[in-house]
T-cell receptor, first 111, second 115 residues
Framework: QQPVQSPQAVILREGEDAVINCSSS?????VHWYRQKHGEAPVFLMI?????EQKGHDKISASFNEKKQQSSLYLTASQLSYSGTYFC????????????FGGGTRVLVKP | GAVVSQHPSWVICKSGTSVKIECRSL??????MFWYRQFPKQSLMLMAT?????????EQGVEKDKFLINHASLTLSTLTVTSAHPEDSSFYIC???????????FGPGTRLTVL
C-alpha cells in the first residue's frame, strides 16, 4: 500500500520553511526521500534507516519516527532551487530493497 | 551520488512496433534494478524488479509478455515494450540499487510516445 504524503502541494516565498509528511500503514525498515524536477528523473536526497534518525542535506533535513511509521522532510530557509516534487519511498521488512512511493508533494518556491 | 544512464531519452514509434530501453549503472554494480512508469503529475509506479541472472519479478497487473525485461550483466538491464500501443505512451524510469549505500539511484528516464 502506498504511503500517504501531505500536503499535496505547497507554495513558499524564498526563505520560508515547510514540512512534508510521509505516513505508512506498514512497519518500515527505511525511508528514502527524492526530489523530482519537471521532465527529469528523481534525485536522491537522503535515507533514514533507524527510528529516531535525523539527517540533513544542505538546509533540507528529515526525521524518522519508527513507532508512528512516519517520516518528515523539513525545508528550511527555502531557496528557488528547492522547487520540485518531493517523493518519499518506503521500504518494509519484506520488501527486499523495493520501494513504494508516496503520491508526491509539489513545492513551488517563489522569489 | 552514483550515476545511472538510460537510453534513449525519448522515442516515438508507430503502433505495433517494439521499443527497447537500456538502463546502465555507470560507477557501481547493481544486482537489482527496477523499472517504473510515471504518468504526468503522478507518482512512480513500480512495474518490475530486474534481477541479474534470473527472471524479473513483475508487479500485479503488469503483463510480463508485453514488458520484457533482461538483466544480462551487473551494469545493464533492458526493458522492451512489445507491440506498443498509444496507451503505452508514458515516462519510463529505471533505477539501480547500490548495495554499498542501500540506495536506489534513478536514470534520467525515457519518454515513449506511441502514435
Amino acid at each position: 500500500q502506498q504511503p500517504v504524503q501531505s500536503p499535496q502541494a505547497v507554495i513558499l516565498r524564498e526563505g520560508e520553511d515547510a514540512v512534508i509528511n510521509c505516513s505508512s500503514s506498514k512497519a518500515l525498515y527505511s525511508v528514502h526521500w527524492y526530489r523530482q524536477k519537471h521532465g527529469e528523473a528523481p534525485v536522491f536526497l537522503m535515507i533514514l534507516l533507524k527510528g529516531g534518525e535525523q539527517k540533513g542535506h544542505d538546509k533540507i533535513s528529515a526525521s524518522f519516527n519508527e513507532k508512528k511509521q512516519q517520516s518528515s522532510l523539513y525545508l528550511t530557509a527555502s531557496q528557488l532551487s528547492y522547487s520540485g516534487t518531493y517523493f518519499c519511498g518506503t521500504e518494509d521488512a519484506a520488501a527486499g530493497n523495493k520501494l513504494t512511493f508516496g503520491g508526491g508533494t509539489r513545492v513551488l518556491v517563489k522569489p | 551520488g552514483a550515476v545511472v544512464s538510460q537510453h534513449p531519452s525519448w522515442v516515438i514509434c508507430k503502433s505495433g512496433t517494439s521499443v527497447k530501453i537500456e538502463c546502465r549503472s555507470l560507477d557501481f554494480q547493481a544486482t537489482t534494478m527496477f523499472w517504473y512508469r510515471q504518468f504526468p503529475k503522478q507518482s512512480l509506479m513500480l512495474m518490475a524488479t530486474s534481477n541479474e541472472g534470473s527472471k524479473a519479478t513483475y508487479e500485479q497487473g503488469v503483463e510480463k509478455d508485453k514488458f520484457l525485461i533482461n538483466h544480462a550483466s551487473l551494469t545493464l538491464s533492458t526493458l522492451t515494450v512489445t507491440s506498443a500501443h498509444p496507451e503505452d505512451s508514458s515516462f519510463y524510469i529505471c533505477s539501480a540499487w547500490d548495495s554499498n549505500t542501500d540506495t536506489q539511484y534513478f536514470g534520467p528516464g525515457t519518454r515513449l510516445t506511441v502514435l
